[in-house]
């Protein structure tokens, strides 16, 4: 892997080195090339740019890429001016700096997915042992199993009970010697499962061999939740999670995005698709083009819910969910359910206000109250809007819920994360996530 950073680091040089020869034109002078070159590889050292960091993804990067370059283009202008103001226009250093950083990206983008790439490859895993048992490290193994370009490999977990559920190698007496003997490089550790002097124990082991330990906290009671701190005059208090929708800049920050996005996705998709579907929709079978359903909203507030319709008119549509291989599904409709392209008209409602872009997916009335009833902290995910996509349908838990009990609570616990962790970013990725999905082969949703 460290020959892939140190391809990174050279062709981003020979890139820099190019363009001045051949895009700068009045650039092309030694000691600007000179300069340049040693610039990037300087800031690149102190930085660490050169290092692309797969596990957030490919946009992550180049938001870090995008930081370091503005820093070098502001150090690139002051050298320019101060040194060689007559030989080029501020027109022509910015022109020759947006290509370069075009180019930058390119090359970034292209090295990152050889990365990836390389990590599904068995032999350049990391290592990792679970010590617990738990919903959490369960999910864990899931998630990471799920995604091999992330380069982990869950070996196994210890445990002080059986479990036909997962592979268990041994009990904690055991952990040392295995990690010894197998180049464990990583331990995970589910707090809840072990006593405080075994994990400090654990901690030690690990620090002494440098291994990376990690620890998923008690998930079965008050200590695990993710306390914020908030202050009434100068007095402490503890609130049981954090909202970011609570500031005023992040709500902003939101609903700009719901707004840009779904203009973008009206004017210049549903603008010409929408004939196409509704004359397809209406060969297919009889009746309305759009699917209208009084669907939760923000605060357990109802709203009509629009999409394409994709079933024959039914007296059922409203209380039954759909299932595999319902008859009531038309064959134009299951394609676009297949595709997710019944869910176009949702950017309407996101244009209202009624719906956000990303969220937790806005249930049926009737669902919402059994489920209420059924999954712990289910009216949570209401806090904020409903989204057109959502965390938990980009982790994989999408489709029938109505015969799966846990598949529900699993979205709610990827709802509540999401609104406990927003950023602007993992609505981007989120965003970038279900789109790329459209193209892979997935099985129907329903």
Request: glycine letters at 4%; aromatic letters at 14%; a positive charge.
């Amino acid at each position: 892997m460290k020959y892939l950073l140190s391809l990174n680091l050279l062709g981003e040089l020979i890139i820099i080195t190019l363009s001045l020869l051949f895009i700068g034109e009045l650039f092309a002078q030694p000691d600007i090339i000179i300069f340049c070159t040693a610039l990037w590889l300087i800031g690149t050292f102190i930085t660490e740019n050169y290092y692309i960091n797969r596990l957030p993804g490919v946009l992550i990067n180049i938001i870090n890429l995008a930081k370091f370059f503005a820093i070098y283009y502001l150090i690139l202008f002051l050298y320019a001016k101060l040194f060689h103001e007559a030989d080029f226009s501020n027109y022509g250093l910015i022109h020759f700096s947006v290509l370069l950083f075009i180019f930058l990206i390119s090359w970034r983008i292209l090295v990152f997915f050889l990365i990836k790439r390389a990590f599904k490859n068995p032999k350049n895993n990391q290592q990792i042992i679970i010590v617990g048992v738990s919903v959490n490290s369960v999910h864990l193994k899931e998630f990471i199993d799920t995604r091999p370009q992330y380069g982990l490999s869950i070996l196994g977990f210890f445990s002080e009970k059986v479990n036909d559920k997962v592979t268990i190698l041994g009990n904690y007496s055991e952990v040392f010697k295995y990690c010894q003997e197998n180049n464990v490089s990583e331990i995970i550790c589910s707090m809840d499962k072990v006593s405080k002097e075994y994990l400090s124990s654990l901690i030690v082991f690990a620090e002494n061999h440098l291994i990376t330990i990690r620890i998923i906290p008690d998930s079965s009671g008050v200590f695990g939740r993710n306390f914020v701190t908030t202050f009434l005059e100068y007095i402490p208090l503890l609130a049981l999670r954090k909202n970011p929708f609570e500031e005023v800049s992040n709500k902003f920050i939101k609903r700009a995005f719901d707004i840009v996005f779904s203009l973008c996705v009206i004017f210049f998709i549903l603008s010409w698709l929408f004939p196409i579907i509704a004359l397809l929709i209406l060969i297919d079978s009889k009746g309305p083009i759009l699917f209208s359903q009084e669907r939760t909203g923000l605060l357990n507030k109802s709203f009509r819910c629009l999409k394409f319709r994709t079933m024959v008119v039914n007296t059922g549509a409203n209380v039954v969910q759909a299932q595999k291989n319902d008859s009531r599904i038309t064959k134009v409709g299951a394609f676009l359910r297949k595709t997710s392209l019944d869910e176009l008209p949702q950017f309407l409602n996101v244009l209202w206000g009624t719906m956000s872009v990303v969220g937790p997916r806005p249930h049926m009335v009737k669902h919402t109250e059994e489920y209420s009833q059924l999954v712990d902290k289910y009216m949570l995910r209401h806090l904020i809007k409903p989204g057109i996509t959502g965390l938990s349908q980009v982790m994989g838990y999408r489709g029938e819920t109505q015969h799966d009990l846990y598949l529900m609570k699993m979205r709610v616990r990827m709802d509540r994360f999401y609104i406990e962790n927003w950023s602007f970013y993992l609505d981007l990725k989120v965003v970038y996530e279900t789109i790329i999905s459209m193209f892979k082969k997935n099985e129907q949703v329903y």
